[in-house]
């Protein structure tokens, strides 16, 4: 498999798959030339993202997403799909995921979440570090709970939204898709699709 991305995502990626079984790295996949080399972890950067197809040729047809913002991670699952990359799903061994959670392609559990019973994670979700999320919650696909975030039960997040560090979500709460929640925020009411939200209570802010 190769590794798409070389920032900072892409070393918690690396570490993650260090204690993944039956996995065997290549390297990863940056964007630009001249990065060749480069160690991310202990995996070299050894090709670019226009050269993917040349790997997939090659027999290298698993791919790991380590891309953090929303909207290019969601470009970059779809351009993988089209070349016939099967996208791992990776659940950190520190990680506590209930045996009934539903998993999407290509979803990638951080060190410390909790994924309580019932959960539906859809494609491509990151759930990042210590991040909580209790019974029945529904995440869209794209989407990325940040570190320290809790959703309380039966909470909606929309796809491509992003829910800062340490947000708290109230019960039941729906938020809408490509939306922003600010980190820290405690999020009593429903939000809208497209809108940047913070505060405590989380308000909308433009």
Same mark, same amino acid.
């Given at each position: 498999?190769?590794?798409?991305?070389?920032?900072?995502?892409?070393?918690?990626?690396?570490?993650?798959?260090?204690s993944t079984?039956?996995?065997?790295?290549?390297?990863?996949?940056?964007?630009?030339?001249?990065?060749?080399?480069?160690?991310?972890?202990?995996?070299?950067?050894?090709?670019?993202?226009?050269?993917?197809?040349?790997?997939?040729?090659?027999g290298?047809?698993?791919?790991a997403?380590?891309?953090? #913002?929303?909207?290019?991670?969601a470009?970059?699952?779809?351009?993988? $799909?089209?070349?016939?990359?099967?996208? &791992?799903?990776?659940?950190?061994?520190?990680?506590?995921?209930?045996? #009934?959670?539903?998993?999407?392609?290509?979803?990638?559990?951080c @060190?410390?979440?909790i994924?309580?019973?019932?959960?539906?994670?859809?494609?491509?979700? &990151?759930?990042?570090?210590?991040?909580?999320?209790?019974?029945?919650?529904?995440?869209?696909?794209?989407?990325?709970?940040?570190?320290?975030?809790?959703?309380?039960?039966?909470?909606?997040i929309?796809?491509?939204?992003?829910?800062?560090?340490?947000?708290?979500? $109230?019960?039941?709460?729906?938020?809408?898709?490509?939306?922003?929640?600010?980190?820290?925020?405690?999020?009593?009411?429903?939000?809208?699709? #497209?809108v940047?939200?913070?505060?405590?209570? @989380?308000?909308?802010?433009?």
């Amino acid at each position: 498999m190769i590794i798409i991305g070389a920032g900072g995502h892409a070393r918690v990626i690396a570490r993650l798959l260090e204690s993944t079984p039956d996995v065997e790295v290549v390297g990863v996949a940056d964007m630009v030339e001249n990065n060749h080399g480069e160690m991310i972890g202990k995996y070299p950067i050894v090709t670019t993202l226009d050269h993917l197809p040349e790997w997939f040729e090659k027999g290298v047809v698993h791919a790991a997403l380590a891309v953090g #913002d929303n909207n290019n991670r969601a470009d970059m699952f779809y351009k993988l $799909k089209d070349i016939g990359f099967h996208i &791992l799903t990776l659940i950190h061994p520190a990680a506590l995921v209930d045996a #009934d959670v539903q998993l999407g392609e290509g979803v990638v559990i951080c @060190a410390g979440a909790i994924l309580c019973t019932q959960v539906k994670v859809g494609d491509n979700v &990151l759930i990042n570090t210590g991040a909580i999320i209790d019974h029945e919650c529904v995440v869209a696909s794209h989407a990325h709970i940040g570190p320290g975030s809790r959703l309380a039960g039966r909470v909606s997040i929309g796809e491509r939204t992003f829910v800062g560090i340490g947000a708290t979500v $109230k019960e039941k709460i729906i938020i809408g898709a490509r939306s922003v929640i600010g980190a820290g925020s405690v999020v009593v009411r429903p939000i809208p699709d #497209d809108v940047i939200a913070y505060g405590v209570p @989380a308000v909308v802010q433009r």
